[in-house]
C-alpha cells in the first residue's frame, strides 16, 4: 500500500471547514487513490463535479523495505473491530480489481 496526498481543483477549505480537497489516501496506485476521493465525494454529494477534479497526486510513502519514494509507509492497527473492517475494504477492494481485470480480458 502506498500513501498518496491528492490534491483536487476546489473544496479546499475556504468555504467548509474540512479541506475536503486535500486528502491522505491509502491505496495501490495513484488511480485508485484519485476514485476513492471522487466516489466519497459524490456518493456525499460534496462539491461540484468541477471541484473534485484532479490537480495534483503525490505519493508521500510506501510500506516496504526499500520504497522508491525512499519514504516508509508503516500501517498499525491495534483494535480488533479495525482489523475486521480493514479486511473487508481490502477484500472488497481485491474484488473489484478482479472483476475489472475481467472485463479487460
Not at 50 to 61: K, N, P, Q, S, V
Not at 81 to 102: D, N, P, T
Amino acid at each position: 500500500m502506498k500513501l498518496y496526498r491528492v490534491k483536487l481543483k476546489g473544496l479546499t477549505g475556504s468555504v467548509v471547514t474540512t479541506a475536503y480537497g486535500k486528502p491522505y489516501v491509502v491505496a495501490d496506485n495513484p488511480t485508485d487513490a484519485l476514485i476513492k476521493v471522487q466516489t466519497y465525494l459524490k456518493e456525499n454529494k460534496i462539491g461540484f463535479s468541477g471541484d473534485r477534479e484532479m490537480d495534483t497526486i503525490e505519493l508521500l510513502a510506501e510500506e516496504g523495505d526499500y520504497p522508491k519514494c525512499r519514504v516508509q509507509l508503516f500501517i498499525y492497527c491495534d483494535k480488533p473491530e479495525y482489523e475486521v473492517e480493514i479486511s473487508k475494504v481490502i477484500h472488497e477492494e481485491q474484488q473489484r480489481k478482479h472483476r475489472i481485470s475481467e472485463r479487460h480480458d
